[in-house]
Nanobody, 123 residues
Framework: QVQLVESGGGLVQPGGSLRLSCVAS????????MGWYRQAPGKQRELVAV?????????GDLVKGRFTISRDNTRNSVSVNLQMNSLKPDDTAVYYC???????????????WGQGTQVTVSS
């Protein structure tokens, strides 16, 4: 089992920045991919950004060039950070950390989910 703990959501004005963090613990040796999905009200959950154990990254089309994902591995944990710049009202959503072994599709979603953190972009 892998436990995911997220932090860093909140309210920001359009054009602003936020940084989300997710720390994985437990059976971290299982983790192949780790990253973020988001879900806005009335919409399907969508890929934001994922980083593989190799360091290769992938971004959703709507966030390319504005968001950056990074991954840090230590002996006892794996963490990812999502730097979000030039935020838009359309970025408003609940952001979920996602991690796990290789999935049916390369970029997930994977087996384990965090509890979600709200990001609201509004003036």
């Amino acid at each position: 089992q892998v436990q995911l703990v997220e932090s860093g959501g909140g309210l920001v004005q359009p054009g602003g920045s936020l940084r989300l963090s997710c720390v994985a613990s437990g059976s971290i040796f299982e983790i192949y991919g780790m990253g973020w999905y988001r879900q806005a009200p009335g919409k399907q959950r969508e890929l934001v950004a994922v980083v593989l154990s190799s360091g290769v990254t992938n971004y959703g089309d709507l966030v390319k060039g504005r968001f950056t994902i990074s991954r840090d591995n230590t002996r006892n944990s794996v963490s990812v950070n999502l730097q979000m710049n030039s935020l838009k009202p359309d970025d408003t959503a609940v952001y979920y950390c996602n991690a796990g072994p290789a999935a049916a599709t390369l970029w997930g979603p994977y087996d384990y989910w965090g509890q979600g953190t709200q990001v609201t972009v509004s003036s």
